[in-house]
Nanobody, 126 residues
């Protein structure tokens, strides 16, 4: 079983940067996909960025060029570096992991992931 714990959320002004992190513990398969999803109250969760164990990354169109997802193997930690933040990026950010290398077209499907963290809140003000 995999445990995921997010951190790094907080409040920032529009245009600023934040990095959220997700520490992974427990058994990870040699092939995996990890992703960041976000959710605002009353809305369905949406995929933000995903990365596979062979470093193939996928981004939502709205964050391309501003967000970077990467996995630090030494620290067993997934990171999401968020630059040029916008008010509409305000949400609870969750990390998730799934078994195997998920194809790019499916990486933002909630059903592809079987382990989830409890989230970290990101608030962007104008």
């Amino acid at each position: 079983e995999v445990q995921l714990v997010e951190s790094g959320g907080g409040s920032v002004q529009a245009g600023g940067s934040l990095r959220v992190s997700c520490v992974v513990s427990g058994h990870m398969y040699s092939s995996w996909t990890m992703a960041w999803f976000r959710q605002t109250q009353g809305a369905q969760g949406e995929g933000v960025a995903a990365i596979t164990s062979d470093a193939s990354a996928t981004y939502a169109d709205s964050v391309k060029g501003r967000f970077t997802v990467y996995y630090d193997r030494a620290e067993n930690t997934l990171h999401l570096q968020m630059n040029s933040l916008k008010v509409e990026n305000t949400a609870m950010y969750y990390c998730a992991t799934g078994v195997g290398s998920i194809g790019p077209a499916f990486r933002f499907l909630l059903s592809e992931y079987n382990s989830w963290g409890k989230g970290t809140q990101v608030t962007v003000s104008s």
